[in-house]
T-cell receptor, first 113, second 112 residues
Framework: GENVEQHPSTLSVQEGDSAVIKCTYS??????FPWYKQELGKRPQLIID?????GEKKDQRIAVTLNKTAKHFSLHITETQPEDSAVYFC????????????FGSGTQLTVLP | NAGVTQTPKFQVLKTGQSMTLQCAQD?????MYWYRQDPGMGLRLIYY???????DKGEVPNGYNVSRLNKREFSLRLESAAPSQTSVYFC???????????FGNGTRLTVT
């Protein structure tokens, strides 16, 4: 089955700096890669996703890049703000699989004022 | 449109007690899921239901049972609670494969 590894497990950045979180996946058939943000005590919420037919997707300060050859994808947050502090999860899935998204283990991002 | 609704929000059980966690979605989604979240271990799938009338085991099904009552509702039952089942439980749903998961607000369960 699919295995998703996520790094780093914790990340601290100064407000205004950029943050990058990386994930690798094992199943070359995976073709859908969402990212979820979970604030303390809240539910995970989708912030951005990418499908394998594109290499990059942006939404304001957030971007995701995908390298299918190397089987890794990354979340980039620019101009970080204190409200970006949260746990971020990457995930991977493929067509025909109702079973699940395979989640990474999460990254605790702390934006220092 | 409430999305995914879970009840209760908090629950304390004694070892050996039973309980059912309720989940309902109003988005007409086909697939529903139960996850548990433990510190440092991310989200682990307990059971899922790809469509009304079907259920399948996930990564950590032992000690749990589920019922897909209808398209809207998917319940998780603990027959004999154990301290190892202390966790935060999330229900989720999605419309089709390779579409985003929508999560409920979670149930924080403590088993003493």
């Amino acid at each position: 089955g699919e295995n998703v590894e996520q790094h780093p497990s914790t990340l601290s950045v100064q407000e205004g700096d950029s943050a990058v979180i990386k994930c690798t996946y094992s199943d070359s058939a995976s073709n859908y890669f969402p990212w979820y943000k979970q604030e303390l005590g809240k539910r995970p919420q989708l912030i951005i996703d990418i499908r394998s037919n594109v290499g990059e997707k942006k939404d304001q300060r957030i971007a995701v890049t995908l390298n299918k050859t190397a089987k890794h994808f990354s979340l980039h947050i620019t101009e970080t703000q204190p409200e970006d502090s949260a746990v971020y999860f990457c995930a991977a899935s493929k067509d025909g699989s109702a079973r699940q998204l395979t989640f990474g283990s999460g990254t605790q991002l702390t934006v220092l004022p | 449109n409430a999305g995914v609704t879970q009840t209760p929000k908090f629950q304390v059980l004694k070892t050996g007690q039973s309980m059912t966690l309720q989940c309902a979605q109003d988005m007409n989604h086909n697939s529903m899921y139960w996850y548990r979240q433990d510190p440092g271990m991310g989200l682990r799938l307990i059971y899922y239901s790809a469509s009304e009338g079907t259920t399948d085991k996930g990564e950590v099904p032992n000690g749990y049972n589920v019922s897909r009552l209808n398209k809207r509702e998917f319940s998780l039952r603990l027959e004999s609670a154990a301290p190892s089942q202390t966790s935060v439980y999330f229900c989720a749903s999605r419309d089709r494969n390779n579409s985003p998961l929508h999560f409920g607000n979670g149930t924080r369960l403590t088993v003493t």
